[in-house]
């Protein structure tokens, strides 16, 4: 299922992103969950981690559409942003904010089309990823999209992951060569970190939207601010 969150102020604009909604799904059978909101105030009141694609309205009338999705960007480092305009001034901004697209309204129906593709890919690509980890305290399986960080702990690791800690048998080398995607690197000797859940890189300390803050070592720090370009564009 797809969670689609509406930012917008003027109902005109929900209705016809709920229509495409309703087309969407009638014309390929994917389940999709909608989310509206008339003000910038109740997305953020309301936000829920599950979102994978909203579309903000840039600027808002109270709170700006930037400002919006900088907050969001604290709060869940995945999800999808659109911004939706009838002027490109904060083109620049947007991005910095976090975008992930900036489109002028009205919005076509085959470019909603095409942000729910990008969306089904990212999800799709990265969330079905697993593995399966054995300790002492029995078998999990840990999907790459929930991994916040691991860590060394003594002479085993320890998997942070959003639900729970898991004690691993596995070395870091072990660990790095199992997660060779993107969106993983080693920042230290001592963690390998999931930048999806990156916030800042401040000197030698990287802070993750969960609050968790971890040391980058000198000799790693080109490789990490590589890597975060990467992701973010």
Known sequence: MIVIGICDGEQTVRSLLAGFVERY????????????YNTGEKLLQNYILEMDLIFLEI????????????????????????FLTTVLTYVLEAYDAGASNYLLKPLSYARFCRELSHTREEKGSFESLSFLEESKKGLY???FHQILYIETSGKKTLIHTCQEDIPSNKQMKQHEQLLSHSSFVRCHA?????????????????????GS?????????????????????
């Not at 994917?30 to 509206?36: A, G, M, T, Y």
């Not at 930048?195 to 969960?210: A, H, P």
Request: charged share 25%; proline share 2%.
């Open 141 to 143: 399986k840990v999907y």
């Open 190 to 210: 001592s963690y390998i970190v999931n930048l999806r859940y990156f916030q800042k890189l401040e000197g030698s300390s990287l802070k993750l939207t969960d």
């Open 59 to 82: 600027p808002f009338r109270n709170i700006s559409g930037l400002r919006i999705a900088e907050h969001i960007r604290k709060l869940d480092s995945q999800v999808r942003i659109v």
């Open 25 to 36: 799904m009638a014309e390929t059978g994917v389940e999709i969950r909608l989310l509206s």
């Open 213 to 233: 803050v971890l040391p980058v070592s000198r000799n790693r720090r080109q490789l990490v601010l590589a890597r975060i370009r990467d992701l973010y564009g």
